[in-house]
């Protein structure tokens, strides 16, 4: 991107020593040496003392100076890395076509943006100006580096803050307008499923629909006409239990659409996180069993206490788990492991599904963002949201046809006190 700029003024003790130079003697020569020793030294302090890194590259592409935050934001070392070519340092840095600009002159400034790698993971904000100002030709530029991670994270957490805001806003209209009609729905589907129990009874056939003693049941009490009767009674009441399963889903979604956008804050207690891990596996074992699905219980035999909302947590580990159990199919196998750092505990759930492919990792949290049919997407928001409450944080390890790893991490209920070793007590109280 080429930001139009107006030329720089130039220094003023600079243009009347070059005015000058020709009739300097040695005692003006020495003094003008020594008021640009100074103004260098200045310029270096100043330069040092910025935030942004500064680096000046000559026109053949080598750094020709760099300041200190330079070293600190793309890995500059002190020494040495005068000379090296710039792309060394900064191989996302487009110098061909920053130099094609500088050649061609005229009043611009490349501004870019890119994320690097090393020294550690970084979004630079990068402006090259260069040193001759407007004229053609090329005699280097100026390269300015902020480092804009922190802002970059603050504009994202914004932008979801204000999807939730307006998901917030919908969802008092939607439970009004989707939960009131499924409440009817559901009210008038026992009605019929009622009056179809009053229809087997008067057709003399077995009222819970076992096919055996309802056959013997229709032969003696009417011929082919009741066996009509009862098969359409059969159909119908098919008919009517995946209406009621639909249904079940709806106010399920509906649910947890509310859930995820009317937040309450934790009840916090003191207690043990295997506790809450082991009450989440009894509760799903049948379907767990049903599915022919293993649990691998590695949970730690002694895990330090973590302050939490139980049922939150409860909330939050059942949805993790039928996660991985609907990532799995027959024979698959669940993995739960706890831990402790050095100030707090972990507890990971491990599927071995097919995996989460590398370009949806990033969206695997958002609302309405789900991989399997029938999901809804909000489980995992409201999972991230509690964690969040809680002053925990998620991780997310995931390998294509391997399976995938949900750790969540809170705080201790007592943070330990980290002690100095003796040695260091000594000096202290020597000093």
Known sequence: MAVNRKTPPRSSFLDKVLGRLDRLDSEGLQSVVQRLARERAFLETLFNSIEDGVVVVDERGRVAYFNAAATALIGLPSDGAEGEPVERFLPEFDWKNVLAQDCAGGPTVHRSEFEIQYPRPRYLRMYAAPLDGDAPGSSGVALILHDATEARQKTSEAIESEKIHALTLL????????????????????????DLRKLRLLHGLSPDGVTGRTRDRSARSGGPATADVEEILVRTEGYLGVAKGEIGRLDYIVTQFLQALRPTSPRLQTGCLNDVVRETVELLRPELENRQLTVQDNLARSLPQARYDPAQMKQVFVNLVKNAMQAMSKGGRLTLVSGVTTDGVWVSVTDTGSGIPPEQLTRIFEPFYTTKQKGSGLGLMIVQRIVRDHGGRMELDSRVDRGTTFKLWLPRAVRPTHLLPEGAKVRASAA
């Not at 969802?171 to 307008?177: D, G, K, Q």
């Open 171 to 194: 969802s008092a209209s939607v439970a009004h307008e989707i939960g009131n009609p499924l409440n009817a729905l559901h009210i008038h589907l026992q009605l019929i499923e009622r």
